[in-house]
């Protein structure tokens, strides 16, 4: 039977640390959704964690071979977790890239009579794979959206209604006033799906959802936390060494990335040692300032679907439960 497990939720949760906790008791492995772990050499600001001159290792099966995508895994704590290191950051990746990457992966693992687990924060790659998206198949049109980057949300509104008002009646307030929802509308509208994309909603029998949260102070403390922890794990030198490598600012990967944005007064001005070091103080307390708003954002995507079963990872013994659900889903369905 194609089972799939879920592990969600805002940032700072622990959710890999749970997924890995899981593989080994059910005899999984880890697929990740996040959308900026796909990218190499980023991996201290994405929070890969990654041990100490770990290895990224390429698969045998043929199913799993892609020309454009680097497609393997990395082994944490001897669990293999997939879709790290996809492409360099130069490469705009979108979610019709994270289904094809994804799908040949949750296959195989299928094939190997293992329980693939969705583990990550990006809600929208989560709901791809699960759910389909119905616009999965037309691609990003980024002369368009470049075009339109600086127009009014009142001027992209009537261009979208103007263009299909039906789709523009069916958005809710807050993708209403949302520019990038509204691009997209923009970029799709009139536009018939490419039915060549396939997604696994067909394919997967049973999922379980499984959500972990907290309350915001006690969140805010475990992501100002881990900040500071990749502060001293050398966020700065990584960043240095991607420009180096001839990366920049403009590529979305670096420019739009919560942990290496904040970073770029500090790497274009040239200041003295006291200024740089104040500087330092501010983004630090900008990047801790933004993760908190990110996991707000992503508490308000997740809290919309009824499916989740929330944990709560601040009451004690909340992990014996999680795995005593999960073993009464695995084993009796």
């Known amino acids: 039977m194609n089972k799939l497990l879920v592990i969600c939720g805002p940032t700072a949760t622990?959710?890999?640390s749970l997924g890995i906790k899981l593989t080994k008791k059910f005899g999984g492995e880890i697929v990740s959704a996040d959308s900026r772990q796909v990218y190499k050499g980023m991996d201290i600001g994405t929070g890969k964690d990654l041990p100490v001159n770990s290895k990224f290792q390429i698969p045998n099966s043929k199913q799993i071979v892609n020309s454009k995508f680097q497609i393997g895994y990395y082994l944490l704590e001897e669990v293999p977790v997939w879709l790290y290191d996809v492409v360099e950051p130069n490469y705009r990746f979108n979610i019709a890239d994270y289904v094809e990457c994804a799908s040949v992966v949750i296959e195989d693992i299928w094939?190997?009579?293992?329980?693939?687990?969705?583990?990550?924060?990006?809600?929208?790659?989560?709901?791809?794979?699960?759910?389909?998206?119905?616009?999965?198949?037309?691609?990003?049109d980024w002369e368009l959206r470049e075009k339109l980057s600086n127009c009014p949300i009142v001027q992209l509104s009537n261009?979208?209604?103007?263009?299909?008002?039906?789709?523009?009646?069916k958005m809710n307030e807050a993708d209403r006033n949302n520019p990038r929802r509204l691009i997209r509308?923009?970029?799709?509208?009139?536009?018939?799906?490419?039915?060549?994309?396939?997604?696994?909603?067909?394919?997967?029998?049973k999922v379980l959802f499984i959500g972990l949260r907290a309350p915001y102070k006690f969140l805010y403390q475990k992501i100002d936390q881990r900040v500071e922890e990749r502060v001293k794990r050398g966020i700065e030198k990584e960043i240095r060494n991607l420009l180096k490598r001839g990366y920049n600012w403009e590529n979305s990967?670096?420019?739009?990335?919560?942990?290496?944005?904040?970073?770029r007064p500090y790497f274009i001005n040239s200041k003295s040692e006291n200024q740089n070091s104040k500087l330092k103080e501010e983004i630090?307390?900008?990047w801790k300032y933004n993760e908190h708003?990110?996991?707000?954002?992503?508490?308000?995507?997740?809290k919309k679907d009824k499916r989740i079963n929330w944990f709560e990872i601040n009451r004690p013994n909340w992990l014996l439960e999680v795995v005593n659900f999960v073993e009464n889903w695995y084993y009796r369905n």
């Open 111 to 140: 094939r190997r009579k293992k329980l693939p687990i969705l583990v990550g924060g990006t809600g929208f790659y989560i709901k791809a794979i699960i759910d389909g998206v119905e616009t999965l198949g037309i691609p990003p």
């Open 14 to 16: 622990g959710k890999t």
């Open 284 to 286: 630090i307390k900008r």
């Open 159 to 169: 261009k979208l209604k103007e263009l299909d008002h039906e789709r523009w009646r």
């Open 185 to 205: 509308a923009i970029e799709i509208a009139g536009k018939i799906p490419n039915s060549k994309i396939q997604n696994q909603k067909s394919k997967i029998q």
């Open 293 to 302: 708003g990110y996991a707000r954002r992503q508490m308000t995507w997740f």
């Open 253 to 263: 990967a670096l420019g739009a990335t919560i942990g290496y944005r904040e970073w």
